[in-house]
């Protein structure tokens, strides 16, 4: 089955070279057979895919140790889920999973592309064939999950017991679902390059992939926000670690390509810019693997170091970003400019935000590569943390999440910001009110937290503002509001929803940033600690055994006024003998939207224990906040004029397409 | 305003909205970005009084003094120079004697470094990579014999 599994990769990297050859070839000289030969082979090349994914997840389930790959991360004892995710909890292993979201992606549109002009398809599924290619060759040559041991081992080393998460079960695919997604937005930008032309289907097309690929990057990264805060056992939810900037950086941009694509579907203008844009997201994408995968970076995600991988992959880096652009600074003069739009409209307010996106996106990219190039160039060392990124991506930030509630409310090509104003009133009231009462009625509230809290309430209001106008809220009788309501387009609650998750994430960033408190203390058996109004006795310290380690498990018990056990919060240290390595498992209370966490440490000679506890309020808004962007991204997605392959509806006269929404 | 006028405005705001962001970035890097330091360099740094460094070495063996509720003293050491560290907090899980570890923070008047943030490998694997270059560097890089 494993060779199986290696033959079928061979093959499918050989079907990728015809896939970005022979549809290239066909859409250049018109020949339509040619041309034809592009949909069967990407179906073909994700079957032979799927089957070498198979081929491994299954060594994994069944341990089979004769399997490199296996017997490095894996061992016979682990939970069954934890052999499965394992499958990519290794370098090899996510990479094979990198290509079979590829080749998933392209299956998508070679099956349902059929409304596409034939030469747009051809040159679409070509551009896959050559990322395609490039990555198969890097797995084959220089990251092959399937080379086997003689004579097997009879045991495994155990997977990274930090992985040995659910986490890994949903963060990595969600992750790379995101980035890869954005290769399709790729793809379809150098198709258009490649023919001099872009016709209404490439925006039809590429805002759906757009929101898809966000979805699911937005999922990834408040995943592996959330992953990191419960298991590191720091508290903290966001280190601004390089790591995490290489899967911040694509979903900036990709915001900003998420907004351009609408000015561009809508009002068919800023199409070079968007064009750009959605070669400099995925770009960004491939830095992301690039940083990740290469070992320039030491981190969780860095599995293993070898130097040959990281050329490889910068070569890859190179040639895709090097090519793609070059092919933009020939061939985007051949492009037609799209409409005039007076400053303050809808588009104005987009290229502002873009504008900001983009700068954003740039000062991130440059703290994070800054360190890596002092390095190379001068051999001078430095870190670059949060106190960078609040000085350089704050005020960037605030103005930008200020004017967010206007823009939903200008009009296209001419808007009225007095107007909009005024329909804001009661939601900067709102703001303004929530501003006052953290100033003035909360202890210790800083300026800076009075701010955030108004900003983000702003937010919250003015997305429902948006709804409210749109249904005429206040100017029709209240039946009429109700089914104006429900007849809005589905993409105008996509907006809301997206605006609102952006609110209450803001919301509790502030809130536990601001109003968070922490203590650090040794205890005994029996002793009671206080924080922020909750009252925590530690019971004392059982040992205990789990399927693949041991662990030393803390019992607290929080205390109500009374004096009686409201529930317990328990956090282990836990060893690892596979691996000899030790880890921390956090304990974790949920109090309505607020967190109580608490992390072990080390026991000290005279039996009392390291104990750091947190209160942490409204800290689950800032991933609930993530889930509800991605709400509003499916939301979007279910607008019935993005529904792919819908060709229904155009069967109406061509009038009915220009109607406004 | 002719339409020409109107979009070299726009240009020129654009642009002037991109210098201040590079400005600002380039401030920032200059004052926020903290330098990595092993031991032996930090007689020839030139470090301001409280200026935040990132100092890196090896956790010294015999030197991890704990027991003062949650603050926890040791040495970190390049084989060459060693220097006292002392920190408030929960040690990360691979931390140990005799193994790699950055610890970020200023030192305090009495030439003690205080740490507000210990890093230790994440793998058994390596140490941080900071630390082992500047081991390699040193001559006193020991190919560690797990693997």
């Keep these: ?661 | 305003m002719t339409r020409k006028q109107k979009r070299l405005s726009v240009i020129v705001a654009g642009l002037a909205f991109l210098g201040a962001a590079a400005g600002l970035t380039f401030y920032a890097l200059g004052q926020k970005a903290s330098y990595f330091y092993m031991p032996a360099e930090l007689a020839t740094a030139g470090l301001q009084p409280g200026q935040r460094i990132r100092l890196g070495g090896l956790v010294e063996s015999g030197t991890v003094m704990r027991g003062n509720g949650a603050t926890v003293a040791f040495s970190v050491t390049d084989t060459q120079k060693s220097v006292k560290v002392t920190y408030t907090g929960i040690l990360p899980d691979l931390f140990r004697e005799g193994q790699g570890v950055i610890t970020e923070g200023a030192f305090g008047p009495d030439g003690v470094f205080v740490a507000d943030s210990v890093l230790a490998k994440h793998d058994e694997r390596y140490m941080p990579k900071e630390v082992a270059d500047g081991l390699k560097a040193k001559g006193v890089w020991v190919e560690s014999k797990s693997q």
């Design chain 1, 1 to 661: 089955m494993v060779e199986t599994g290696h033959f079928a990769l061979v093959l499918a990297f050989a079907l990728s070279l015809v896939q970005m050859l022979v549809p290239l070839v066909g859409a250049r000289t018109g020949n339509q057979r040619l041309m034809a030969v592009g949909g069967p082979v990407t179906v073909t090349g994700f079957a032979l895919t799927a089957l070498s994914f198979a081929a491994l997840a299954g060594a994994y389930a069944g341990s089979d140790f004769s399997v490199a790959n296996v017997w490095e991360n894996s061992h016979s004892l682990q939970p069954m889920i934890y052999k499965i995710t394992g499958t990519w909890g290794n370098h090899e292993g996510s990479m094979l999973l990198w290509v079979l979201i590829l080749t998933f992606f392209g299956t998508l549109v070679a099956v349902f592309g059929n409304n596409l002009p034939a030469t747009l398809k051809a040159n679409v599924l070509a551009v896959q064939g050559m990322i395609g290619a490039a990555f198969f060759l890097f797995i084959l040559a220089t990251s092959n999950p399937f080379i086997r041991l003689n004579p097997a081992p009879i045991e495994g080393r155990d997977l990274n017991p930090i992985l040995q998460d659910l986490g890994l079960a949903i963060h990595p695919p969600m992750l790379y679902l995101g980035y890869v997604g954005f290769s399709i937005c790729f793809s379809f930008s150098v198709a258009a390059l490649i023919e001099g032309r872009i016709d209404a289907s490439w925006a039809r097309w590429v805002r759906p992939w757009t929101l898809v690929a966000w979805m699911f990057l937005t999922g990834g990264i408040a995943m592996g926000s959330y992953w990191a805060y419960y298991e590191l056992g720091w508290g903290g939810f966001w280190f601004w670690d390089p790591v995490e900037n290489a899967s911040f950086m694509p979903w900036l941009a990709g915001t900003a390509l998420l907004h351009s694509a609408i000015v561009m579907e809508k009002r068919s203008a800023l199409k070079i810019w968007t064009l750009l844009l959605a070669i400099l997201t995925f770009s960004l994408s491939l830095l992301g693997t690039f940083l990740v995968r290469s070992g320039v970076l030491t981190s969780v995600h860095a599995f293993a170091t070898d130097p040959a991988r990281g050329v490889f992959i910068l070569c890859i880096l190179t040639l895709f970003i090097g090519g793609s652009l070059t092919l933009f600074a020939l061939r985007a003069s051949q492009l037609t400019a799209g409409g005039l739009f007076h400053p303050i409209s809808r588009e104005g307010a987009l290229v502002l935000n873009n504008l900001f996106l983009t700068t954003a996106t740039a000062t991130v990219l440059v703290g994070t590569l800054y360190p890596l190039a002092l390095e190379a160039l001068t051999g001078g060392k430095i870190s670059v943390g949060a106190p960078f990124f609040d000085l350089t991506f704050g005020p960037l930030m605030l103005p930008l999440l200020a004017i967010v509630p206007f823009g939903p409310l200008l009009a296209w090509k001419r808007g009225d910001v007095i107007a909009a104003s005024q329909r804001l009133m009661a939601a900067f009231a709102l703001a303004i009110a929530a501003m006052l009462v953290t100033g003035l009625l909360i202890d210790g509230a800083s300026v800076f937290a009075a701010l955030g809290v108004g900003l983000a309430v702003w937010l919250i209001a003015g997305a429902l503002t948006d709804l409210a106008v749109k249904s005429g809220f206040g100017s029709v009788a209240p039946a009429a509001v109700l089914r104006r309501f429900a007849g809005l387009p589905r993409s105008v609650f996509g907006t809301a929803l997206a605006h609102l998750g952006l609110g209450l994430t803001l919301l509790g960033i502030v809130g536990t940033l601001c109003f968070g408190t922490e203590k650090i203390l040794t205890m005994r058996a029996g002793e009671t600690v206080e924080l922020s109004g909750h009252t925590l006795r530690f019971e004392g310290l059982v040992p205990q055994k789990g399927p693949n380690f041991t662990e030393d498990r803390g019992r607290f018990l929080l205390m109500n006024s009374d004096g009686n056990a409201d529930g317990a919060i328990t956090s282990a240290k836990r060893f690892y003998p596979a691996r000899q390595m030790v880890t921390t498992e956090s304990g974790i209370r949920t109090l309505g939207l607020s967190q109580l966490y608490l992390s072990l440490g080390d026991e000290n000679n005279d039996g009392s224990v390291v104990v750091r506890l947190w209160w942490k309020p409204l800290v689950t808004l800032i991933w609930g906040g993530g889930l509800v962007m991605m709400a509003g991204a499916a939301m979007s997605l279910l607008d019935r004029r993005l529904r792919v392959g819908a060709p229904a509806r155009r069967r109406k006269p061509a009038g009915a397409l220009a109607t406004p929404t």
